[in-house]
């Protein structure tokens, strides 16, 4: 009990600071608070943030599987009954983009969900669609249709220091909007096997049973993590949660709004946490890293320059402490983007620049861009003359794209009198368009209009 009074009163204290011109005008809280002036409160920035943190309703229908008893087994065989059973679910998520309506949750929040309600604070309830998820990494993208919306600020999360304040903003247990407050207990929590790609902000902000999906925010009100696990008995808090950073958010997010869903992009090498042991038989002068055991041929690291025995510190210039905060960091970065890691190599300081690789094709559901393209898979492309569009990649027979006269190897180069170049344009185009859609394809060296109603 004691250790969460002192939290609460170092941030009341921190934000009383904050709001002081001086150092010497500063008074502590706890004494009191002169005549005529306001007492320090968190709650300005609260009525600028909170607006922006909402609930989340769901309900669907989830297989379940039961083991056959054995009365039973003379009809139904040995193994696993199966069946649909209904379930309902609350959590929390965060608008980032008043305009477009995007609400960021966590993946385990919306799975396998047939509805979606969003709740703002001020009471108002919309369907959601969604946009795409990424269960290795938790995160979810949805969408709603609302006016007078408020985006929250995102904050750049590799600029935190343990010691940092924190407010975690959400639904827990279903109680309405709840906030509470603490520090970054630690940085780059990993290994905990809650996720494929664990680099963690660890708190003790209260986090419980529906904050999943909520906001994490500093004292300026800017997004530094979205809650989505807790380390406790029973589910309870005890003071350990564990928050995805905003700028992994960020980076998962953007690949939703392009692609439908998350493209990894690969490094390229097969390596281990760096220890003592290790570093002394490799006489590596660092205890922290990723011992580079081999490099897959032809990758993004081959090309660079990276090699077996090397030792990875860095990513982007921000120390790397183990082989799963770099799996983190790089798998959430996207296909073909550029990074710069750090090698220590034979007590050399060594700084390469690596292209990450994709294994396949960066394919797009299309049903999730327009009901009426369902059964065809988009991809960004060229057109025959080397122009770029959207490929469609492959079309379902019998589907609503196939009815609409598409066909495997079209390149979709606009819409209307817009030009499109590749998937993020046309998802942006399509959310904006009313009525009759005119899509203009290239097929070989002819190009037509297809119209959707």
């Known amino acids: 009990m004691k250790m969460k009074l002192s939290v609460v009163t170092a941030s009341i204290l921190a934000a009383f600071l904050l709001a002081q011109p001086t150092p010497a005008a500063a008074k502590l809280p706890f004494f009191g608070a002169e005549a005529g002036t306001e007492m320090p409160s968190l709650a300005p920035m609260l009525d600028k943030v909170t607006p922006a943190v909402v609930n989340i309703n769901v309900a669907g229908n989830r297989e379940v599987r039961q083991r056959v008893p054995d009365a039973f087994q003379q009809f139904f065989g040995q193994g696993e009954m199966r069946r649909s059973q209904p379930f309902r679910g609350l959590g929390s998520g965060v608008?980032?983009?008043?305009?477009?309506?995007?609400?960021?949750?966590?993946?385990?929040?919306?799975?396998?969900?047939?509805?979606?309600?969003?709740?703002?604070?001020?009471?108002?309830?919309?369907?959601?669609?969604?946009?795409?998820?990424?269960?290795?990494?938790?995160?979810?993208?949805?969408?709603?249709?609302?006016?007078?919306?408020?985006?929250?600020?995102?904050?750049?999360?590799?600029?935190?220091?343990?010691?940092?304040?924190?407010?975690?903003?959400?639904?827990?247990?279903?109680?309405?909007?709840?906030?509470?407050?603490?520090?970054?207990?630690?940085?780059?929590?990993?290994?905990?096997?809650?996720?494929?790609?664990?680099?963690?902000?660890?708190?003790?902000?209260?986090?419980?049973?529906?904050?999943?999906?909520?906001?994490?925010?500093?004292?300026?009100?800017?997004?530094?993590?979205?809650?989505?696990?807790?380390?406790?008995?029973?589910?309870?808090?005890?003071?350990?949660?564990?928050?995805?950073?905003?700028?992994?958010?960020?980076?998962?997010?953007?690949?939703?709004?392009?692609?439908?869903?998350?493209?990894?992009?690969?490094?390229?090498?097969?390596?281990?946490?760096?220890?003592?042991?290790?570093?002394?038989?490799?006489?590596?002068?660092?205890?922290?890293?990723?011992?580079?055991?081999?490099?897959?041929?032809?990758?993004?690291?081959?090309k660079a320059g990276v090699k077996a025995g090397d030792t990875i510190v860095s990513v982007n210039g921000k120390p790397i402490q183990s082989m799963s905060e770099l799996r983190a960091k790089v798998g959430t970065l996207g296909v073909g983007k550029s990074i710069k890691i750090g090698i220590l190599r034979e007590d050399k300081q060594v700084t390469l620049d690596v292209k990450l690789t994709a294994a396949d094709q960066a394919n797009v559901t299309a049903e999730n861009l327009h009901e009426m393209l369902a059964g065809a898979n988009f991809a960004n492309g060229k057109t025959a003359d080397g122009e770029p569009g959207v490929l469609i990649s492959e079309v379902a027979d019998g589907s609503p794209a196939a009815r609409l006269g598409l066909s495997k190897n079209d390149v979709i180069i606009g819409v209307g009198r817009t030009r499109i170049e590749n998937i993020a344009q046309l998802r942006s185009v399509l959310e904006q368009a009313r009525g009759v859609i005119a899509l203009q394809i290239q097929r070989d060296n002819t190009v037509f209009y297809t119209l959707i109603r």
């Open 95 to 302: 608008i980032i983009d008043a305009a477009k309506g995007y609400v960021v949750t966590n993946s385990h929040v919306i799975n396998q969900a047939d509805e979606i309600q969003v709740t703002l604070k001020d009471g108002r309830t919309f369907e959601a669609k969604k946009i795409g998820e990424d269960p290795d990494s938790d995160i979810a993208l949805l969408q709603i249709k609302a006016d007078n919306l408020t985006a929250i600020t995102v904050s750049d999360s590799d600029t935190l220091r343990v010691g940092d304040f924190t407010v975690a903003i959400g639904n827990p247990f279903g109680l309405g909007q709840t906030v509470t407050s603490g520090i970054v207990s630690a940085l780059g929590r990993g290994g905990l096997d809650i996720e494929k790609y664990e680099d963690f902000i660890q708190t003790d902000a209260a986090i419980n049973s529906g904050n999943s999906g909520g906001a994490l925010v500093n004292l300026k009100g800017e997004l530094i993590g979205i809650n989505t696990a807790i380390l406790g008995p029973n589910g309870g808090n005890i003071g350990i949660g564990f928050a995805i950073p905003s700028t992994m958010m960020k980076n998962l997010v953007s690949q939703i709004i392009e692609f439908g869903e998350v493209k990894r992009g690969v490094l390229g090498i097969e390596g281990s946490d760096l220890n003592a042991d290790l570093a002394k038989n490799m006489n590596v002068k660092t205890n922290k890293g990723v011992f580079v055991g081999k490099v897959v041929p032809d990758s993004g690291a081959q």
